[in-house]
Each structure stands twice: as structure tokens, then as C-alpha cells.
Nanobody, 125 residues
Framework: QVRLVESGGGSVQPGDSLTLSCAAS????????MGWFRQAPGKAREWVGD????????YYADGFEDRFTISRDNAKNTMYLQMNSLKPEDTGVYYC??????????????????WGQGTQVTVSS
């Protein structure tokens, strides 16, 4: 079992940067990919991207890679989502996810066994 807790959300202005963190606890010695989903108001939840267990490979949904960067520090059991040049359309709840095993580049919700509670990001002037 892996427990995920997001932090770092908040209200920012367009053009600002923000970094979300996701702290994992529990069976963190097991190999697992981690990723992020986002749910904007009134829209379906969408995959942002994920990162391999080693942290060497990160994958992004179309439209995210130019401004978002996913990284992880396994020594701290923490994954990060660095978001730059934020836009109002980036507003939403951001969820941290984890999928046990060696695979990554996982785009579907059903591929992830563990979910955080979500953290709100609001981009508004």
C-alpha cells in the first residue's frame, strides 16, 4: 500500500510559477511509476504526465511538456510538478498517482492503483 499526499497548491496570477509536491509513504521500497492528473472545473480529469521509478524518463500529455516538468527524489519519497507560465486554463485540482511495477507512460486512470486527495490550483488575475 502506498499513501500519497499532495501539497503546494494555491492561488497564483497568470504567468506565475508553482511547484506541487507529492509525498509517498508506505511501501515506498517497491518499484512504482508516479504521475499527475488534472481536473479543471466542469471538465473530465486528464492525464498530465508521469515519471519512471528511476526518475530518468518522464512522459507528458500533449500541450504540457513546454511548461510543466515532472521530477522525483526517491531519497525523499517525493515527486514534483514544476509549472511555469501558468494560465487561467491551468486552474483545477491536481492529483498525484502511483502505479506499482516497472512500467511508465501510463495515460489511463485505471492504470494507477494509488491516488492522492488532490490539491487545488487557481490561476486568476
Amino acid at each position: 500500500q502506498v499513501r500519497l499526499v499532495e501539497s503546494g497548491g494555491g492561488s497564483v496570477q497568470p504567468g506565475d510559477s508553482l511547484t506541487l509536491s507529492c509525498a509517498a509513504s508506505g511501501r515506498t521500497s517497491d518499484q512504482f511509476a508516479m504521475g499527475w492528473f488534472r481536473q479543471a472545473p466542469g471538465k473530465a480529469r486528464e492525464w498530465v504526465g508521469d515519471i519512471s521509478w528511476t526518475g530518468n524518463s518522464a512522459y507528458y500529455a500533449d500541450g504540457f511538456e513546454d511548461r510543466f516538468t515532472i521530477s522525483r527524489d526517491n531519497a525523499k519519497n517525493t515527486m514534483y510538478l514544476q509549472m511555469n507560465s501558468l494560465k487561467p486554463e491551468d486552474t483545477g485540482v491536481y492529483y498525484c498517482v502511483a502505479a506499482p511495477g516497472p512500467f511508465y507512460g501510463l495515460r489511463e486512470e485505471a492504470e494507477y492503483d494509488y491516488w492522492g486527495q488532490g490539491t487545488q490550483v487557481t490561476v486568476s488575475s
